[in-house]
């Protein structure tokens, strides 16, 4: 059981280039959540999903993108990469929201140069 | 939005007890608590939901008081491996998504 796993583990862009971050759960989690986390400002929330085909706003939505086509997948788009984007992305998932504990997935490095 | 945690930063030596505040400026219908150890992912320790109850898990519980729109983590006895970020989160609006603080770093010396 692979839980959640995210693609690719680490990556470096430089400045004005896209890319899409992959997110996959084999849990059957209606919830799904993308967070970056930078030094002391603990998880930020990016985008957000609470069923397949449906996407929303979280704290720090600017710049960013998302689509969730299929229950199991979650992306995560950045279409002109800025070096304010250098962080670490984290995806979790969960069965019922708040209601349930979050699984998360091992995180991305991700440098803007 | 983001609840808000004190203290920042503790150091703790081995068997030393420790109290993690979390506080929202809404309404808390449920709060998680989460640790992450430097260079992982955070791994759930447990969920409160409205109720004022107190869960455990070991030596750690908590508790969530929803009038106060507050919860405490509670460490005692600390062992080494307690050492890392503690985070709560809730739920912002009531849109089924999750925030959460800045973190509370941990660190129990021997």
């Known amino acids: 059981n692979a839980g959640v796993t995210q693609t690719p583990k680490f990556r470096v862009l430089k400045t004005g280039q896209s890319m899409t971050l992959l997110c996959a759960q084999d849990?059957?989690?209606?919830?799904m959540y993308w967070y970056r986390q930078d030094p002391g400002m603990g998880l930020r929330l990016i985008h957000y999903?609470?069923?397949?085909?449906?996407?929303a706003k979280g704290e720090v939505p600017d710049g960013y993108n998302v689509s969730r086509l299929k229950k199991q997948n979650f992306l995560l788009g950045l279409e002109s990469a800025a070096p304010s984007q250098t962080s670490v992305y984290f995806c979790?998932?969960?069965?019922?929201?708040?209601?349930?504990?979050?699984?998360f997935g091992q995180g991305t490095r991700l440098t803007v140069v | 939005q983001q609840p808000v945690q004190s203290p920042q930063a503790v150091i703790l030596r081995e068997g030393e007890d420790a109290v993690i505040n979390c506080s929202s400026s809404?309404?808390?219908?449920?709060v998680h608590w989460y640790r992450q150890k430097h260079g992982e992912a955070p791994i759930f320790l447990m969920i409160?939901?409205?109720?004022?109850e107190q869960k455990g898990h070991d030596k750690i519980s908590a508790s969530f008081n929803e009038k106060k729109q507050q919860s405490s983590l509670y460490l005692t006895a600390s062992q080494l491996s307690y050492s890392g970020t503690y985070f709560c989160?809730?739920?912002?609006?009531?849109?089924?998504?999750?925030?959460f603080g800045k973190g509370t770093k941990l660190s129990v010396k021997p």
């Open positions: 979790a998932s969960s069965y019922r929201g708040v209601k349930t504990e979050a699984f």
């Open positions: 849990m059957n989690h209606e919830y």
């Open positions: 999903s609470v069923g397949e085909g449906t996407t």
């Open positions: 809404k309404a808390l219908y449920s």
């Open positions: 409160l939901l409205k109720g004022g």
């Open positions: 989160g809730t739920e912002w609006g009531s849109q089924g998504n999750l925030i």
